[in-house]
């Protein structure tokens, strides 16, 4: 890059994001660390410019339409506009279907989906308008189906189809979009997923692990090495692709 770009990373106040942010951070991207409770980003932002990079902390709701268009708005004032875009905020509401709620559904659709949406429907102005652009979606292994996620699972198949969408849509204007599925990555996530199970998260790891072909769970930082590459020069040429970085083929 000869001059910094900015990249945007939702939900990085923990777990992947943070991991993502700061990868980035470190390959020389001005950062903007959105999650819900700006305050919440703090360590993010500090983590990164204490390795001498530059991070601003931006609070926003993604599901709310208002917001997000402020947090653009703030992003591209005070970073530069933004031409990377990594949509990673998630939430889980877990429950088997004949006790999921209408609301848990809702929220779990509002975050991945509508968030997903709103963001890249307002970043892309930026992207069109430079004729470059790198696109993330955080998908997951539970959109090939899982026990106890029908909000979950749907939501991350879906940005599946909307990432590949927008690979045809904005291709034209230099601008990849590409989607991640991780399998089993150990975070604050996961282990809330082990408490639904009432399994201690120790045990969850090791019977994780064990059905894994490289015999390990994943780490956010095996997620940002791949974001890294997709949102790179040299990976141009891929789009609309869906790489599940699970240890193992998920198909």
């Given at each position: 890059?000869?001059?910094?770009?900015?990249?945007?990373?939702?939900?990085?106040a923990?777990?992947?994001?943070?991991?993502?942010?700061q990868?980035l951070?470190?390959?020389?991207?001005?950062?903007?660390?959105?999650?819900?409770?700006?305050?919440s980003?703090?360590a993010?932002?500090?983590?990164?410019?204490?390795?001498?990079?530059?991070?601003?902390?931006?609070?926003?709701?993604?599901?709310?339409?208002?917001?997000?268009?402020?947090?653009?708005?703030?992003?591209?004032?005070?970073?530069?506009?933004?031409?990377?875009?990594?949509?990673?905020?998630?939430?889980?509401?877990?429950?088997l279907?004949?006790?999921m709620?209408?609301?848990?559904?809702?929220?779990?659709?509002?975050?991945?989906?509508r968030?997903s949406?709103?963001?890249?429907?307002?970043?892309?102005?930026h992207m069109?308008?430079?004729?470059?652009?790198?696109?993330?979606?955080?998908?997951?292994?539970s959109?090939?189906?899982?026990?106890?996620?029908?909000?979950?699972?749907a939501?991350?198949?879906?940005?599946?189809?909307?990432?590949?969408?927008?690979?045809i849509?904005?291709?034209?204007?230099?601008?990849?979009?590409?989607?991640?599925?991780?399998?089993?990555?150990?975070?604050?996530m996961?282990?809330?997923?082990?408490?639904?199970?009432?399994?201690?998260?120790?045990?969850?790891?090791?019977?994780?692990?064990?059905?894994?072909?490289?015999?390990?769970?994943?780490?956010?930082?095996?997620i940002?090495?791949?974001?890294?590459?997709l949102v790179?020069e040299?990976?141009?040429?891929?789009?609309?692709?869906?790489?599940?970085?699970?240890?193992?083929?998920k198909?």
């Amino acid at each position: 890059m000869t001059e910094p770009r900015t990249a945007i990373v939702t939900g990085a106040a923990r777990g992947i994001g943070a991991a993502v942010a700061q990868r980035l951070a470190s390959d020389g991207f001005q950062i903007a660390v959105v999650d819900l409770d700006e305050s919440s980003c703090a360590a993010t932002v500090d983590a990164i410019t204490s390795a001498g990079g530059t991070a601003l902390a931006v609070g926003a709701d993604v599901s709310n339409e208002e917001q997000v268009k402020a947090a653009i708005e703030r992003i591209a004032a005070e970073l530069g506009a933004p031409t990377v875009l990594v949509n990673n905020a998630g939430i889980l509401r877990d429950n088997l279907l004949f006790k999921m709620t209408v609301e848990d559904w809702d929220l779990v659709m509002g975050v991945h989906l509508r968030g997903s949406f709103l963001m890249t429907k307002y970043a892309q102005k930026h992207m069109t308008e430079a004729g470059y652009g790198r696109i993330v979606n955080l998908s997951s292994t539970s959109a090939l189906g899982n026990r106890g996620q029908a909000n979950y699972s749907a939501a991350k198949a879906g940005l599946q189809g909307f990432t590949k969408t927008l690979a045809i849509e904005l291709g034209k204007f230099g601008i990849t979009a590409n989607a991640i599925a991780p399998g089993f990555i150990q975070t604050d996530m996961t282990a809330a997923t082990a408490e639904r199970m009432k399994v201690p998260f120790d045990d969850f790891i090791k019977f994780s692990a064990d059905q894994i072909p490289v015999q390990r769970v994943g780490q956010p930082e095996d997620i940002a090495h791949t974001a890294s590459f997709l949102v790179s020069e040299g990976a141009g040429f891929v789009s609309g692709q869906v790489i599940y970085v699970a240890g193992g083929p998920k198909d």
